[in-house]
């Protein structure tokens, strides 16, 4: 299978790499702005699964005008993308009158228009797939009637939007191969959250929660559609 994973530098997004790249037969696109980080992930791989096929690529998705050069570049020698996981995410934890606009602006770019962009140049090689499936990564915060953090205004909006997109794709796309979905997840136990809350304890390790979206962005697609589900072991 041919896989593109956004955010693959650390986190949720790198473990989900090291699952993808064990079946050495899936060819795994992995982009991040950090070439190093990238890297480093790419040579773990190739230590750990011999033959697993990787390809990095250092890209900052909030340059969204070159998006469809990098999908150009990708699928010249890839022609299909079974799944797309838009995991790249981006917070900026302020109260809401220090938010910038720039501090917004980011934050929409990473986890909206990015994503948009991204999907949008991809919807021809995702259209040769059997069955393509786009798991968008959202967010607790941004699910409908969910508890909301202060300082979290323009993230948890920014992940109500994605998750917003991801029903309106599944509706113009439901006649095609191609199925949308989008998991809400709960607190993970990465740099992100210990940077925006230091100390804070999750439930949930970044290896466990790459487990299910593994399992998620394989056989999801047969079940749902357009569906916004809520991935949090806590209440509400
Ligand atoms: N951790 C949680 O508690 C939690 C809860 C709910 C939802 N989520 C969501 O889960 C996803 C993964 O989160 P995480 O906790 O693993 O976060 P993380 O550790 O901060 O990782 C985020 C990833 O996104 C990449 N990224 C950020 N800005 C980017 C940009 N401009 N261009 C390209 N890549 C960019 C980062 O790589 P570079 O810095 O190398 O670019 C990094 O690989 C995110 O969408 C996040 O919002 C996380």
Do not use: W
């Not at 969204?64 to 995410?89: H, M, P, Q, R, W």
């Not at 980011?106 to 040769?128: Q, W």
């Not at 915060?141 to 991801?166: E, R």
């Amino acid at each position: 299978m041919n896989i593109i994973i956004t955010g693959a530098s650390r986190g949720i997004g790198k473990e989900l790499v090291k699952l993808f790249a064990e079946n050495v037969s899936n060819k795994i696109f992995i982009i991040s702005r950090n070439e190093a980080k990238l890297n480093e992930l790419h040579e773990y791989c190739k230590k750990e699964y011999k033959n697993s096929q990787i390809h990095s690529i250092a890209f900052d998705i909030t340059e969204t005008s070159k998006i469809k050069t990098l999908v150009d570049d990708l699928l010249s020698e890839n022609e299909t993308i079974d799944i797309l996981i838009n995991n790249a995410g981006f917070l900026v934890a302020k109260p809401f009158d220090q938010i910038t606009l720039a501090d917004a602006e980011t934050i929409y770019k990473v986890n909206v228009l990015g994503p948009l962009e991204l999907i949008k140049k991809l919807i021809p090689g995702l259209k040769k797939a059997e069955h393509a499936h786009v798991v968008n990564i959202s967010s607790m915060g941004g699910f409908q009637g969910s508890v909301k953090f202060p300082g979290l205004a323009a993230y948890s909006s920014s992940k109500a939007a994605i998750a917003s997109l991801t029903e309106c794709l599944a509706e113009e796309y439901k006649e095609s191969n191609i199925k949308f979905n989008c998991l809400a997840l709960g607190a993970v136990a990465t740099e992100m959250l210990a940077e925006a809350f230091p100390g804070y304890e999750a439930p949930t390790t970044a290896k466990q929660m790459a487990e299910f979206i593994y399992d998620f962005a394989l056989n999801g697609h047969k079940m749902f559609n357009g569906k916004i589900l809520p991935v949090s072991k806590t209440t509400p």
